[in-house]
C-alpha cells in the first residue's frame, strides 16, 4: 500500500556518483584545476501531482543553479505526511523543502518544527500582498510565525448538473439564495429525476459550520481553547444535514468511494459541494463520461470556504548551508507567474499568486462545465474565504462532530444533546 | 581443501555462542526493546511531536488520569471485548467440535482440509478486507444478494451502520483464526492415546460420552494455550477493524478498539503521551485477564494425582 518513489534529476550520471569521484580523486591528490566545487543536492519532499509540479520547474532551475541538483522524493499522499511528522519529530532525513496540504500546516503549524520565514533571511511578509489573503493567512500560527508559504489553493464551489436542474424545473438561482432554499430545491430534483442532492449529508454539515466565520474565529475552538460548538451555528448545520437524510436527499455515500464515483457517473447525485479542483478528477476519472453535463455555481448563502491548498515549508532543522537555496527554490515555485499559470493548467492547481489572476486563461471556457468561464467564479471566491484559525485538536473535533451529527441522523439523537455531548468531549481535550 | 583463517579473525570457542544469538539479540532490542522503553517514557510525557524530540515535557501521571476520564477510552474498551468475545469463544466452541471431525473422520485428505481452513491465517489482512468489503457491499454484495433471494430480507448496510458493523468485523476475526485453532486441537488430538479410546470403546462409552470424559480433559492443556492467545489477540485486535474501517473505527467508533483508537491518538490526533499511557493501561488490561485465563485452566493438582491414580 505505501509507495515510494525517489526521482532522480534527469541530468548526468547522477549527483552522488560524481560526488564519489570528486571526493576520490581529490583524496587521491588528483583534483586537478579542472574539478568544479562538489555540487549540492537539494531535496523536496511532495505528494502526487505537487512532485510533477516541482519537476516541472527543474528546467529553470538548472538553469539558474547548475550546480545545485534537485531531488524530488515522492511518497503518496497519508504516506508522505507521516513521513514528513517522523522527520520532524526525530530530525533525521528532513528534506530542505516539504510541501503540505493545507491542514498539515494547520497540525505543523503547533510545533516548533518549521522555519519561521517572516524572520531574515526570508522577510516573507515582505511578499504578502501578492498572494490569495485567506491562503498567506493561514500560515501563521499562535506565535506569530510564518511557517509556510501558498502555492495552490481550493476555493469552494457548488458543482451542479444543470440537464437534472433543467428535469425538476430548476433554476441555478433556485439552488444557491439560502441552505434552505438549495435542500428545497433537492427535494424537487428527487421528486422529478430520482437524482439525490448529495453524495452525503455531512458534508452540507461541513459547510454551514464554516459559513459566518468571522476573520481569525476559530471553527471547533476560540483562540482561548474554548469550545465553540454547542451553538447556533452548529444547531443549524445539523438541522439542515438532518433535514437532508430524512428526505432521502443523500446517497449516503463516502467521498472518494466506489459507490460514490458510481453516482457521479450515473447521474444519480445533482450537486457537490467541493473545491474548484474537483472539476479536474471529474473531468479525468471520477466521471469523464458526464463532461458538459455540469455547471460550477457559488456555495449557498454566499459561503466562501477553502477545500485544501499546498503549501511549502523549509524545516527549521534543515541543513543551514542549504536553506538559503531552498528558499530560493520556493520562491521559484510560488512567485513565477508562468510556472503558476503552468501548474494551474497541467494539475488542476488553482494559483495562489494574485500575479496570475489577470491571465486570459481564467476567462476561457471549461470544457467539462459545458463551457462555462468557471474560473472567474472561482477567483472572485478565493478573495472572499477567510481564514480560520486550526487548533491542535481540530481533527479530534471533525471526528466528535461527525460521530454526533451521524447519532443525530440515524438514531434520532436530540440535536441539543448531541451538540451537549461533543461540547463535553472537546473540553476535555481543549487543552491538552 | 580447507581454508585457515588468520587467528585474528577467528572466533574463539568462548565468544562463539554470543556472536551466534546477537542477530536476534540486536533486532530484538532495536524492534522489540527499545519501542517499549520509549512508549513507556513516552507515558509519562507531553510531547508535540513535530518540534523534535527535545519538546518532550514530563508531565508525571497526567496521561494516565487522562486516560482514565476519557470517553472513548473506555467506549474503545468495551468495543475491544464485545469483539473479544463475540469472536474469540465462538473460535472455540467450534473449532474443538470441528478439529474431532477433521480427525476421526478424513484420513487421507485431513492435511487437506486441515490446510483449507488454515489459508484465512496466512493470508494478507488488505486482501481480507477487500474481499470482505465487497461481499458486505450494501448494494452490490453477495451477503445481501443471498439474504435476499432466500429469505427475502432488504438491503442491510453492514459496515455502515454501528450495530451490524461489529458483528461483519467479529465473523471475520472468527473466520480468520478458527482454522488456526483447529490445527492446534488437531495436534493436541493426535498426542491422545488411542488405548484411551479402545479401552472406553470396551467398557460400553459411547461417542458423546468419549469426547466428554476423554477428549475434552486431554485437550484442557492446548484449550489453555489457545484461549490464551484469543485473550491476548482478540485484546490487541487492530488490522482487521482498521482496514476494513479505512483506519478511523467505523461509524460511532463502533469497531474501533483500544489498539486503534491509540493508534489514531498518537497518529490522527497527534497526542503521543496520551497513546503512550492508554498502551500501557491496555498491557495491564491484558496481563490480568491472561492471569485470570491462567487461573481457570491450569491443571489442577488435585485432578492431575487423581488421574495419576486411576
Redesign the interface.
Known amino acids: 500500500m505505501t509507495g515510494e518513489t525517489t526521482s532522480r534529476p534527469v541530468r548526468g550520471p547522477g549527483p552522488k556518483r560524481r560526488q564519489v569521484l570528486v571526493g576520490l580523486t581529490a583524496s587521491m591528490g588528483l583534483g586537478g584545476p579542472l574539478q568544479a566545487a562538489p555540487r549540492t543536492t537539494l531535496t523536496v519532499a511532495a505528494y502526487p501531482l505537487i512532485d510533477e509540479i516541482v519537476k516541472a520547474a527543474l528546467p529553470r532551475w538548472q538553469a539558474r543553479h547548475p550546480d545545485v541538483d534537485v531531488r524530488v522524493v515522492s511518497r503518496q499522499y497519508a504516506d508522505h505526511h507521516t513521513a514528513m511528522t517522523t522527520a520532524l519529530s526525530t530530525s533525521v532525513y528532513l528534506p530542505d523543502v516539504m510541501a503540505l496540504e493545507a491542514s498539515y500546516v494547520g497540525r505543523f503549524s503547533q510545533g516548533a518544527g518549521l522555519e519561521d520565514l517572516s524572520q531574515a533571511p526570508y522577510r516573507v511578509d515582505q511578499l504578502a500582498s501578492r498572494f490569495v489573503p485567506y491562503a498567506f493567512e493561514q500560515t501563521l500560527n499562535r506565535r506569530q510565525e510564518r511557517v509556510a508559504v501558498p502555492t495552490d489553493i481550493g476555493p469552494g464551489t457548488l458543482l451542479y448538473r444543470h440537464d437534472l436542474l433543467a428535469q425538476a424545473g430548476l433554476t441555478p438561482e433556485d439552488l444557491t439564495p439560502t441552505w434552505e432554499a438549495y435542500v428545497a430545491a433537492g427535494r424537487r430534483i428527487k421528486a422529478a429525476t430520482g437524482a439525490y442532492l448529495v453524495g452525503n449529508a455531512q458534508s452540507v454539515k461541513d459547510i454551514v459550520i464554516r459559513s459566518g466565520l468571522k476573520p481569525g474565529e476559530g471553527l471547533y475552538f476560540d483562540k482561548d481553547s474554548r469550545v465553540l460548538v454547542n451553538s447556533p451555528r452548529f444547531a443549524r448545520a445539523f438541522e439542515l444535514a438532518r433535514q437532508v437524510r430524512r428526505d432521502k436527499l443523500d446517497a449516503k455515500v463516502n467521498a472518494w468511494s466506489n459507490e460514490w464515483a458510481e453516482g457521479f457517473r450515473r447521474g444519480t447525485i445533482a450537486t457537490d459541494l467541493t473545491g474548484a479542483w474537483m472539476v479536474g478528477q471529474m473531468a479525468t476519472w471520477v466521471a469523464p463520461t458526464t463532461k458538459g453535463l455540469w455547471r460550477a455555481a457559488q456555495l449557498p448563502e454566499n459561503t466562501f470556504v477553502g477545500y485544501g491548498g499546498t503549501f511549502y515549508a523549509i524545516p527549521r532543522r534543515a541543513t543551514a548551508a542549504h536553506k538559503p537555496l531552498a528558499w530560493e527554490f520556493i520562491q521559484l515555485l510560488t512567485l513565477e507567474a508562468d510556472l503558476q499559470l503552468a501548474a494551474f493548467k497541467s494539475q488542476d492547481a488553482f494559483p495562489a499568486l494574485m500575479a496570475t489572476h489577470q491571465d486570459p486563461f481564467f476567462e476561457q471556457p471549461v470544457s467539462f462545465l459545458g463551457g462555462q468561464s468557471a474560473r472567474v467564479l472561482w477567483r472572485d471566491a478565493a478573495k472572499r474565504i477567510t481564514a480560520t484559525q486550526v487548533h491542535k485538536q481540530s481533527n479530534f473535533a471533525d471526528e466528535v462532530v461527525g460521530t454526533e451529527l451521524d447519532n443525530v441522523m440515524d438514531r434520532g439523537k436530540d440535536i441539543s444533546r448531541a451538540l451537549a455531548d461533543a461540547q463535553r468531549l472537546l473540553e476535555r481535550r481543549a487543552r491538552r | 581443501m580447507t581454508m585457515r583463517l588468520p587467528a585474528s579473525l577467528r572466533l574463539s570457542p568462548r565468544w562463539a555462542p554470543y556472536v551466534f544469538v546477537s542477530p536476534f539479540l540486536v533486532l530484538f532490542a532495536v524492534f522489540g526493546v527499545f519501542p517499549l522503553l520509549f512508549s513507556l517514557h513516552l507515558a509519562f510525557q507531553?510531547w508535540?511531536?513535530?518540534?523534535?524530540?527535545g519538546?518532550m515535557e514530563f508531565v508525571g501521571l497526567e496521561n494516565f488520569a487522562?486516560a482514565l476520564?476519557?470517553?472513548?477510552f473506555w467506549k474503545s474498551l468495551k468495543n475491544t471485548a464485545w469483539l473479544a468475545l463475540v469472536s474469540g469463544v465462538p473460535q472455540h466452541l467450534v473449532a474443538i467440535p470441528l478439529a474431532v471431525f477433521i480427525h476421526t473422520s478424513f484420513k487421507r485428505l485431513r492435511d487437506g482440509v486441515m490446510a483449507a481452513y488454515f489459508l484465512p491465517y496466512i493470508t494478507s489482512t488488505?486482501a481480507i478486507a477487500i474481499m470482505f468489503s465487497s461481499l458486505f457491499?450494501?448494494?452490490y454484495g453477495l451477503i445481501n444478494a443471498a439474504l435476499s433471494a432466500t429469505l427475502g430480507m432488504e438491503h442491510i448496510?453492514w459496515l455502515?451502520?454501528?450495530d451490524t458493523l461489529k458483528p461483519a468485523v467479529a465473523f471475520i476475526v472468527f473466520w480468520r483464526y478458527i482454522g488456526f485453532n483447529v490445527v492446534l486441537y488437531l495436534a493436541a488430538l493426535q498426542t491422545i492415546p488411542k488405548d484411551l479410546y479402545e479401552a472406553a470403546t470396551m467398557d460400553g462409552a459411547g461417542r458423546w460420552q468419549q469426547f466428554w470424559c476423554i477428549t475434552l480433559p486431554s485437550l484442557r492443556p492446548m484449550i489453555f494455550f489457545g484461549v490464551t492467545l484469543s485473550v491476548i489477540g482478540g485484546l490487541q485486535l487492530f488490522e482487521e477493524p482498521f482496514i476494513l474501517t479505512?483506519g478511523?473505527g467505523g461509524?460511532?467508533?463502533s469497531a474501533m478498539t483500544s489498539a486503534v483508537y491509540l493508534y489514531r491518538m498518537a497518529?490522527?490526533?497527534?497526542?503521543f503521551g496520551?497513546a503512550s499511557a492508554m498502551s500501557w493501561l491496555l498491557f495491564l488490561v491484558v496481563v490480568v485477564l491472561t492471569w485470570l485465563t491462567n487461573r481457570a485452566f491450569r491443571p489442577r493438582d488435585e485432578q492431575r494425582s487423581g488421574q495419576e491414580a486411576s
Open positions: 507531553s508535540e511531536p513535530t518540534s523534535g524530540l519538546s487522562f476520564e476519557d470517553e472513548w488488505v457491499s450494501t448494494d448496510d455502515g451502520h454501528p479505512g478511523k461509524i460511532d467508533q497518529f490522527d490526533f497527534n497526542d496520551g
